[in-house]
């Protein structure tokens, strides 16, 4: 739906992680591209984004906390 992508859509990639970090980062990704391919460009759509990428960061930093401990 979206000729131009949303300039939050840069930070989802993940393919300058590590592979453990990679792994968590991945579908977040990949969600966030159907969003983009597949709904309304609107106020909720970018409101969807945002709060996919905290998860994200939130997932990653989890996994990070599981790899180097607390």
């Not at 739906?1 to 977040?28: C, D, G, N, Y």
């Not at 460009?41 to 930093?61: I, M, N, P, T, Y």
Request: net charge neutral.
């Amino acid at each position: 739906m979206s000729p131009t992508p949303s300039p939050i859509i840069k930070f989802f990639r993940f393919e300058h992680l590590p592979p453990h970090l990679a792994e968590v980062s991945r579908p977040f990704c990949e969600l966030a591209e159907w969003m983009e391919s597949n709904l309304l460009s609107c106020a909720e759509r970018s409101a969807g984004l945002r709060k996919l990428l905290e998860a994200k960061d939130c997932a990653v930093r989890a996994k990070l906390e599981q790899v180097i401990g607390g």
